[in-house]
């Protein structure tokens, strides 16, 4: 089947784009000396993952434990969940660990690593653990300087826990528009970081990884000295907000949705498509960048950008396409006549993603191959 | 399974409630003396149409050619897709017609007519098709006025389509918040099907079907005189948007998000839980009304409202859940201790019941049933 052939709306993957999206992620973790643990919440597609660990990448960090479950049964093996442990959740973890899944934890309070031990006492698998450290104020973690970082590592190394060392994500980055700015962010994320598994060796705690990461940084940091791995996402498919950012182009996005013009509004100069925000999501994020996208960024059938139209506005099943500096188009019926098929470029791919059970990868000989997705929890 | 037993973050409809908003509307409906067409989209679930159907919904209405198979294959026969048919998918719409399905669909273009019309030629079905209307600027349709509206009805005629009429739906009375401006519109959508209606038989066409509706004016419209039938979706669940509407209580929403809390940050006030946009929706519709609700209202895990906490942050699969006031509140954590189960009400339950493959509903007796629902195109 060819593109334009597709029921729409789609989630159109440029595989050309991707490839060298991973290729780039991969060589400056290469250049840096350091192992990278790409997050797959991003795509949730077992086929890109493969690629990813393909060109390097030693292992996998997951949002939900349904990632857990589902790269586990597809053959991953080494599996970071990085959100804090819901103690209801030991009883899933302590299965797949026990089916084999090499499947580590984290933990940023005293109450949440009590949780951990006692349910250790009962369990018949060790849990690994390591300790979520806060480097930018962002959201979670304990802060590097904190008297109960210490706490917390000596309680699970009591607790009969394996503890394996710290991660940060300085989700913080997201808010930088500089290069200036993403490197000294990465430059704290990786120091704060640094300091808290220096912290738990001096107190004799065992800290073998040392995890840093978010796409911003994970693209600007220079030097990653006492870093043992990397991690990142949306860096596979990026998407308009991370342009914003500044870390990548925009034909370096590679997630566009399929869509087909169904109608207009001639006086409003509007073209009515057949993608709302279920399609693309509600995500808004580039609302607060120097370069506000709508609900995404219109491109011609071929994925070519057509810089002057955006969606301005979307409800379910319906996308509204004008002109970015909201002027009338009084050619919008001739511009874009019904049953004109376009693409759209996300504000936050992780988010357009989770709409679709499938991607269409396009190939550079035009070809489409469908590549499988899930979500859920 | 008990509710507080269950995986988090979950889908959870509160049984009670939806059964009283479904009773509610159908009432509204035989009081008004007009036959009720559902929207399906907001739940996607066949249990909740079945019982819309058992109340006296005699048909209903789509957004997707995927639920227009899903609910035919589940017994549904009369359908109307309320989005404009994009030329490419008239051979999916032929497909159902073929199999039996009471499939109508719509135009609002005489492009759009002239290509149904194109596609008849070579059909082995005829195409039901409505009209539709804009009442009132928000999106799509023909203003009841324009000449073109004449047009498409003697295109459809002549070319072999079955006329059955028009349809609106008001989507600016979303845009309300007071009673007389909710009446208003619902005047106002009803008067200008109507004459578009009158404006189509007066020239010797037919038109069997006058279609309005919205959440909003189905609940406000207090005369319908020339109108067949309504359509509404969202009232099934309600959301915090339809509170700030006006149309229903906080305690009548019927869907909430179950979520675990993970951890704090106690000098910030906040509360840490397994529940981010991934599992809300990145839907933030609440903001430009009286009320900002954040990602969603905090309920105890009863689903009793904490009026004081809302949802004030979302990353992927993290909420931030502080106080309203946006003052830090020092006891969060004797409040929230980690492993407290919590609820979630959404600003948008189309969006938020979009990112879950399942119900959990809660009967009245505490105890659970599973109802399928299904998402994509």
Partial sequence: MELYALPTPAAIVDEVRLSRNLARMQARMDALGVKFRPHVKTAKCVEIARRQQALGAYAITVSTLKEAHEFFSAGFGDILYAVAIAPSKLPAVEDLVGRGCDLKIIVDSIEGAQAIVARRRAASVRFKVLIEIDTDGHRSGVKPEEARLLDIGHALAAGGCELLGVMTHAGSSYDCSTPEALRAIANQERDLCVLAGRRLRDAGLPCPIVSVGSTPTALSAEDLSGVTEVRAGVYVFFDLFMAGVGVCGIDDIALSVLTTVIGHQADKGWAIVDAGWMALSRDRSTQNQA?????????????VALDDYIMTGANQEHGIIGRRDGAPDPGVSARFPIGTVLRVLPNHACAT???????????ADGTLQTWPRFSGW
């Fill in 291 to 303: 370069i506000d996208q709508g609900y995404g960024l219109v491109c011609d059938r071929d994925g």
């Fill in 353 to 363: 993603g989770a709409q679709y059970p499938e991607y269409h990868a396009l190939r």
